[in-house]
């Protein structure tokens, strides 16, 4: 796997000169992410994310890609607009053939984002207000998304919003016990068993109009929010793979 060649593999700002060392990111779970650095023709220096999706979890990245370009145009459109309140957004870079990620010849499917510098995440909160600043972040996310034509939305991951299935899913793995880790996590089986319920309250008024579908995030952990290395204010939303109805 030749990481330099495969940046090369997509139209960046800038005609790239020199690719200095990759170093690969071990925080996420999914896909295998690498930060790349660049020197320019011009002597600038530059940072990229360079991710491979992992196309067993998402098994169609042509959609998958279709739906972040979607959703970061819409949000860089919002922050031309003034809406976003100091917010960024990714920036996904197209091959030099105008798709939205690059298949190599494994068959493997690689994108490109912008690095966002002068960020930090974090993988616990650190205080009440980092949560709230999180929260935050994810509330106006939300709320710039509220007017996004949503019918052009992939669901890139299918029943992923079925909270019943999800739920007899979760009945089977305690009856399997597969790991044997059963009786260390009883009181949150008792937790979970209690709200059986809940878990079909809401399918049933999908999509009326008591209960329209909406863009979602669907994965607003903590450490998918890049904050200000100074303020430590939200400066933008990341890992956009579930953004769907």
Not at 37 to 58: D, E, P
Not at 59 to 84: D, K
Not at 96 to 110: I, K, L, S, T
Request: glycine share 4%.
């Amino acid at each position: 796997m030749d990481i330099r060649a495969l940046l090369l593999q997509f139209a960046l700002e800038e005609e790239v000169e020199t690719v200095l060392a990759p170093r690969e990111l071990l925080d996420g779970h999914i896909n295998k992410t690498f930060v790349l650095t660049v020197k320019t023709r011009s002597g600038a220096q530059r940072r990229y994310l360079l991710q491979k999706i992992n196309t067993f979890v998402f098994r169609n990245p042509a959609q998958l890609m279709e739906n972040i370009r979607q959703v970061t145009q819409y949000l860089r459109a919002a922050q031309s607009a003034g809406q976003t309140q100091g917010q960024q957004t990714l920036t996904v870079y197209p091959t030099r053939g105008g798709a939205c990620y690059y298949e190599d010849a494994n068959g493997d499917c690689w994108r490109c984002y912008n690095f966002v510098e002068n960020t930090f995440s974090l993988q616990s909160a650190q205080s009440a207000q980092d949560a709230y600043r999180a929260a935050k972040a994810f509330g106006a996310f939300q709320r710039l998304m509220d007017g996004f034509p949503i019918a052009r939305l992939h669901e890139t991951i299918p029943d992923f919003h079925h909270s019943a299935k999800r739920y007899d899913a979760l009945e089977t793995a305690v009856a399997a016990d597969s790991a044997g880790r059963r009786r260390l996590a009883e009181a949150e089986i008792a937790f979970a068993r209690k709200r059986r319920a809940d878990a079909s309250r809401l399918l049933p008024l999908a999509g009326q109009s008591g209960l329209p579908l909406r863009v979602t995030h669907n994965d607003t952990k903590l450490n998918n929010v890049l904050f200000d290395c100074e303020s430590r204010e939200p400066v933008c939303v990341v890992d956009l793979d579930t953004v769907m109805p």
